[in-house]
T-cell receptor
Framework: LAKTTQPISMDSYEGQEVNITCSHNNIATNDYITWYQQFPSQGPRFIIQGYKTKVTNEVASLFIPADRKSSTLSLPRVSLSDTAVYYCLVGDGSFYGGATNKLIFGTGTLLAVQP | GAVVSQHPSWVICKSGTSVKIECRSLDFQATTMFWYRQFPKQSLMLMATSNEGSKATYEQGVEKDKFLINHASLTLSTLTVTSAHPEDSSFYIC?????????????FGNGTRLTVT
């Protein structure tokens, strides 16, 4: 299982773009990169998932370089409500056909957005 | 999207009693579910993998006789904390993935706050 390393915390202001980078040097060929957001006393919420290059959805973008040893979650124009812990996880997403892979959480990044 | 429901959201019990937590996948089937626990200001720690129709697989250091897991159907897994003690007080979270969709990410329940007095 690939280990991930993220900054423990980051500070930002409302309206700014926030980029959180995650290092995963031992990522395997079949591993996907998934980011989750967690508010206090709630379960993690799926944000975005990718395998390579760039993925964008309505809430975030995920940038993955060619070597896939890192990834960057980009949150455009953050607001106060984006204050949360963000987790980067890597794992084999082959749940199809009965294969499974457990996801191990790292320390996460506490993003604090100030007015 | 895929929804995972946990019940109860919080529970208070006396030391020595047992508590059951339910995890349901509401709109998809899940052969496998995962149980995590989280202490304040810490990350999620994987406790066990719950497999439908078979025994759960526990992570190292997790007592299988204390944390009983039953996965009787493709939409329900239960975690029973037996003979609970104050040190079992924690936030328990389950997760599951939609098998019908390739590479579907894990979806998490909203957690259960257990307080043992």
């Amino acid at each position: 299982l690939a280990k991930t390393t993220q900054p423990i915390s980051m500070d930002s202001y409302e309206g700014q773009e926030v980029n959180i980078t995650c290092s995963h040097n031992n990522i395997a060929t079949n591993d996907y990169i998934t980011w989750y957001q967690q508010f206090p006393s709630q379960g993690p919420r799926f944000i975005i998932q990718g395998y390579k290059t760039k993925v964008t959805n309505e809430v975030a973008s995920l940038f993955i370089p060619a070597d896939r040893k890192s990834s960057t979650l980009s949150l455009p124009r953050v607001s106060l409500s984006d204050t949360a812990v963000y987790y980067c996880l890597v794992g084999d997403g082959s749940f199809y056909g009965g294969a499974t892979n457990k996801l191990i959480f790292g320390t996460g990044t506490l993003l604090a957005v100030q007015p | 999207g895929a929804v995972v429901s946990q019940h109860p959201s919080w529970v208070i019990c006396k030391s020595g009693t047992s508590v059951k937590i339910e995890c349901r996948s509401l709109d998809f089937q899940a052969t496998t579910m995962f149980w995590y626990r989280q202490f304040p200001k810490q990350s999620l720690m994987l406790m066990a993998t719950s497999n439908e129709g078979s025994k759960a697989t526990y992570e190292q250091g997790v007592e299988k006789d204390k944390f009983l897991i039953n996965h009787a159907s493709l939409t329900l897994s239960t975690l029973t904390v037996t003979s609970a003690h104050p040190e079992d007080s924690s936030f328990y979270i389950c997760s599951a993935s939609d098998l019908s969709s390739y590479n579907s990410p894990l979806h998490f329940g909203n957690g259960t706050r257990l307080t043992v007095t």
